[in-house]
């Protein structure tokens, strides 16, 4: 033990003196025990060990760090322990633990206490958040440890403004506090301006405060790595001068860290690691942990952070800090965004499930659901919710076609009258073609061939006229179904109604039916059609037209009515006729056909595409489009 008068001379290292000033001397203190109280462990380091303390005298809890017990004789130690006291206590920052008091104790061991601080080191909680804490994981978001991160980067950039190189940052060596406090810790290895530090030659190397150092000495020769393996710069291992940059690269280290939760350079051995920080590795985080979805801005700064060559690097820790804090705005825009994007998205939800309720306000949820998910896609073009309402009511049709889209369909069907009209008026006309051909066979009655011209002539430029003045509504009006059926009808004057009409018949009801966008009008074809055939029958049964028909044991016989029946030119007629009537009920149908397949390939890619906007887990809940072989064309 040493005696209560023995004392040890250290050189003043005030930041604020740019000369060399008077020798200070630390003293024995005789009222130790009356004023501090000791209490736990708190940590060791290459050169102290820090322990709880209560300090009486001010009713506070503080840190008490003192030498280890095998360096209490070594006054190279004892300089360098003050000079940490010292350097931590003149930087006034509030991500710097103040120190409080600086003396030695009863035994003469040199001591001085601080600041008590709680909370983890970013090493703590690089090590919690890989190992998939839970509570860590929600106290400790990305954005969190970047502000903090943030924090550190003043904290030095204080310090180099005064001259001072850190020269031993780590994740350990930086704590977060309960209360989101931040401190940068152990300030052993500090460079100080050579002003400040008379003893110390302008190249010195400090020692590093864990076990990783070198041996201890009192002034380390240029040329000595000193510092942790990992965190240090490469000018650092080469055993250079150092400058702000060097704590940049550690900086550069510690983000990475935080990012990649594993170390820029893999654990092992000392010369391993060195080897590794000079030839400088892979340093972009997201490709270390493809899984943690890092942004390549962040990758940017970690790579320019550790550059290799000093050169390459931010040239202070306020270029690093504007980086981050660049980002921390945009992440901050973008956070906001998200926000806005999920609020949106849940009201477009709500609206959603109204709409496909088929309550009264159907038509109006619609309405707000589409424009909430709008505008959440606009803040969020990722929000998985927003997508999934999106592709809902994009795939999930309302069970009431909205006023808006039923005008646009009236329109649409309006277009398609049009064109139907003049196809239905070009194919009255075709009866003309067949004109030449029943004058080779014979007219037989004057009267019925100028009935069925008259009918057919009307019925085309009924048609035309309808093309030319659609309804609004889009359904075919009366006149062209009437003056159709009549056409049709008076053609059993050449056959009667059981021969070539019902081809006729079926032609036209296919026409008018694919037409009609209400089930309402269908009625009014099936009942014109039905009355093409009948009526012609009825009257021919009660005598008012002449029999066409002569019923016998084995055989049919078809009177002659408005042609004579030549055998040649009646075959041909027939021959013709039928062709002609085949033709155009299969070129009907095909084209019905292609516009259904055409319609449904939109539709399944349509969804297809919706699929494709929606994030991998969310695919699960979107239904496939429904397979058209099971249920039929849509008409």
Known sequence: MRSPDSVVTIPDTSLASGAAAPAQEVRVTAHFTERYTMGESLGEGGMGVVRACRDLRIGREVALKTTRVEHAERGDIISRFVREACVQGQLEHPAIVPVYDLDRDPEGNVYFTMKRVRGATFEQIVLALRARDPGAARRFSRR?????????????????????????????NVMLGDYGEVYVLDWGLAKLP?????????????????????????????????GTP?????????????????????????????????????????EATYVATLLGPDARPSVRAPGLDIPPELDAICVRATAVAPKDRFESVRELLDAIEHYLDGDRDLQRRRELA?????????????????????????????????RAITFDPSNAEALRTLVR???ELPREI????????????????????????????????????????????????????????????????????????????????????LAIACTASLFGPFFF????????GMMFTLVPP???????????????VVVPALLGWAGVLPQPYELTQDAIIIHAGMLHFPPVPTVIFLLLTSMAVVVTACSMTATVRDALTKAEERLHVQAWQLRQMLPREAHLSVPPAADSTTRGPLV
């Open 393 to 395: 009511l994009l795939t």
């Open 144 to 172: 969190k440890l970047l502000v903090a991160f943030a924090s550190v980067c003043q904290a030095l950039q204080f310090a180099h403004a005064r001259g001072v190189i850190h020269r031993d940052l780590k994740p350990g």
């Open 501 to 508: 009409l019902p081809g006729l018949v079926v032609i036209y």
């Open 194 to 226: 050579p002003a400040s530090d008379p003893g110390a030659p302008a190249d010195s190397a400090a020692v590093a405060g864990d076990g990783d150092t070198a041996p201890l000495s009192g002034q380390t020769q240029r040329g000595a790595a000193m």
């Open 230 to 270: 990992g965190y240090m710069a490469p000018e650092q291992v080469r055993g250079e001068d150092v400058d702000a940059r060097t704590d940049v690269y550690a900086l550069g280290a510690i983000l990475f860290e935080l990012l990649a939760l594993e170390p820029l350079h893999p654990r092992a051995s000392r």
């Open 402 to 485: 909205p006023a808006e889209a039923r005008v646009e369909l009236a329109r649409a069907h309006t277009r398609n009258l049009t064109t139907g009209g003049r196809a239905a008026g070009f194919a009255f006309l075709t009866w003309f073609l067949f004109t030449p051909l029943a004058m080779w066979m014979g007219i037989r009655s004057w009267h019925a061939a100028l009935l069925i011209t008259t009918a057919w002539l009307a019925a085309a430029v009924v048609s035309f006229l309808g093309a030319r003045r659609p309804e609004p509504s889009g359904r075919p009006g009366l006149p062209i179904l009437l003056s159709g059926s």
């Open 342 to 374: 999920l609020h949106h998205a849940k009201a477009a939800a709500a609206h959603a499930e109204r709409a496909l309720s088929g309550k009264d306000d159907a038509s109006d949820a619609r309405s707000r659901a589409l424009q909430d998910v709008g």
């Open 518 to 532: 209400e089930p309402s009008r269908r009625w009014i074809v099936f009942g014109l059609c039905l009355l093409a």
